[in-house]
């Protein structure tokens, strides 16, 4: 394997002032957007009760709050939700004195959180609770240590030998956690409640005994396509790291054995049946990857070189991405529902997934934003082009634009305005990570086009 870490492209790297000046630029906006985005989240559906004695109330339950499992969900949604604070405080904040940055993202996220609690107290429909401060103010710290240990990890793999330029583990880590919240949560999946009541081991033991082998003849297939380049990427990750093709293959394999039968038991503690036929597709897929890359990869790499590594990595990892959006894979026939899509509130942020109180619409932030991140990390790297509208991490936004439009064509798919947000944050995220980390741009994929 040849690194194609040789420095950059001469003249396509903005200084290291000119880009600190780039994110000044947009720092203030996007935390006012980000803060409007956190209001709405959590204080929409206000009804004003300013009576002393139900403030009082409020205020002895907030600071004795009760534990159920819709308060472990919600909790887990609001460390999404200010995780994206954490993650975004990060991005915007100029290179250096990162400690000091990830405080600041803390204490305004404790503040923020503070303020919201405080409001909630005034309202007879919401819950205020300081366990959503805690809950959000971890997810602040957690986003901005990831964002943090992201930079960290890139810096210490720079010079490193690599297939494109940047650490395959940018693109197996990422893409990995993803296809598990996919096993774990599956978006077709989700509803099929075993028990609604009962603990997580009651559920737990209700799936296992309630296990139907004739899943096993009922395998999801379109899966198939989502999971294999987890096995792949995986393969070149464990590659870069020194062990041979067939070594890293053997232990994807039954790394990826062992974690899917786990993730496929554990979510019947959800109240999600234990599905044999997913399961068996799932592991296949990967191995199959897996298998694939070691086959693959050693002539890919005598037979690929150069700007043409990173140019089919891209239309390959691009492809993908529009895979997921196609989900369940069945066109809308119904002119009714494409119109009742475009009609919905999709343009208003967390709209839909603030009507859901579940495990999934956790997922639902997290997948995509795994999903996207490593394509951002590319672009910085290997641009599309180097000026212009296909310059930055402008041609991911594209993609996700393109691929949230082709929801309106999708059977049991919406559109939504989120969606875009999070997949936007994380090419962002990835892309800054990137270039902080130390990387610069090795070329453009595509040559500048000629003056007329």
Aim: aromatic letters at 8%.
């Amino acid at each position: 394997m040849r690194s194609l870490r040789d420095g950059p492209e001469a003249g396509t790297e903005p200084s290291a002032a000119r880009f600190a000046a780039q994110l000044g630029r947009v720092r203030v906006p996007a935390r006012l957007a980000y803060v409007g985005i956190i209001l709405l989240a959590t204080l929409s559906s206000l009804n004003w009760d300013l009576d002393a004695g139900a403030v009082a109330e409020r205020i002895g339950r907030m600071l004795r709050p009760a534990v159920s499992g819709i308060d472990i969900v919600d909790g887990a949604r609001n460390l999404v939700l200010f995780a994206g604070w954490g993650l975004l405080w990060m991005i915007t904040t100029g290179p250096g004195r990162s400690w000091i940055a990830l405080r600041n993202a803390v204490v305004t996220a404790a503040a923020l959180s503070l303020s919201v609690e405080g409001l909630q107290l005034l309202s007879d429909t919401r819950v205020a609770s300081v366990l959503d401060v805690a809950t959000n103010t971890g997810g602040a710290l957690a986003g901005a240590l990831v964002s943090v240990l992201l930079v960290i990890g890139l810096a210490e793999a720079s010079g490193a030998r690599s297939f494109v330029g940047i650490p395959a583990s940018i693109f197996a880590i990422p893409y990995g956690c993803a296809v598990l919240a996919e096993a774990f949560v599956p978006l077709f999946r989700q509803e099929l409640e075993i028990l609604v009541s009962g603990g997580a081991l009651q559920r737990l033991a209700t799936a296992l005994g309630g296990f139907r082998w004739a899943t096993l003849l009922a395998p999801p297939i379109g899966d198939f396509l989502l999971f294999l380049p987890a096995g792949a990427l995986c393969v070149a990750w464990l590659h870069e790291g020194g062990r041979a093709y067939r070594t890293s293959a053997l232990i994807t394999g039954f790394g990826a054995a062992a974690a899917l039968v786990a993730v496929e038991i554990a979510h019947g503690g959800i109240g999600i049946q234990i599905h044999g036929g997913a399961v068996l597709t799932h592991i296949a897929a990967v191995a199959t990857g897996a298998w694939l890359a070691a086959i693959g990869l050693p002539h890919f790499t005598r037979s690929v070189r150069g700007v043409d590594r990173p140019r089919l990595l891209t239309l390959v990892y691009g492809a993908l991405i529009v895979l997921w959006s196609l989900r369940p894979f069945r066109v809308e026939t119904s002119l009714e529902a494409v119109v009742a899509k475009l009609a919905s509130e999709w343009w208003i942020p967390l709209r839909f997934l603030g009507m859901r109180l579940d495990l999934f619409s956790v997922v639902d932030v997290l997948a995509p934003f795994l999903i996207y991140l490593p394509l951002g990390a590319l672009l910085a790297v290997w641009p599309v082009r180097r000026y212009g509208r296909l310059a930055g991490f402008a041609p991911a936004i594209y993609l996700a634009c393109a691929t949230e439009l082709i929801q309106i064509l999708v059977a049991q798919r919406t559109l939504a305005i989120t969606d875009l947000m999070i997949q936007a944050t994380a090419v962002a995220v990835g892309w800054v990570a990137v270039r902080r980390a130390g990387f610069r741009p090795h070329g453009a994929q595509l040559p500048p086009r000629r003056a007329t």
